[in-house]
């Protein structure tokens, strides 16, 4: 029965540490700086497009064939257009704009949330 005991209790301690060996190396391997801005399309060509937020303030976003652009659970290759509202999630550069990693696009408005007063 002692036996028993001992080998379950190294077998937890084992898969703790190997837990905690996995956690340590996607921390260190995670991607730096990431970031988000939501807003509407304001101008849009092939490779970029600039979203203006509720403030007035303009991003622009760097696309490039690794960006996901989804609508629901429908996944898309396009730009976003004109007009559409979004929520960019990437990773920031050096001169201030966004590489999009995911881009969740809401057309006509749909998605986008207002604060209404009680």
């Known amino acids: 029965m002692h036996v028993r005991s001992s080998a379950f209790i190294a077998l937890i301690v084992w898969v703790a540490g190997a837990l905690f060996i996995c956690a340590g190396f996607l921390w260190l391997t995670a991607p730096q ?14 490779t970029s497009f600039i979203v ?27 730009v976003p ?21 995911i881009i969740r696009l809401f057309e006509n408005g749909k998605g986008k949330r207002t604060l209404k007063a009680r």
């Open 52 to 78: 203006r937020n509720n403030s007035g303030i303009e991003t622009e976003v760097i696309i490039d064939e690794k960006t996901i652009t989804k609508r629901g659970r429908e996944s898309l290759f396009i």
């Open 81 to 101: 257009p004109v007009g559409s509202h979004v929520i960019v999630s990437g990773l920031s550069t050096e001169e201030g704009r966004i590489h999009a990693r």
């Open 33 to 46: 700086g990431g970031l988000y801005v939501s807003g509407q399309v304001v101008v849009a060509s092939e």
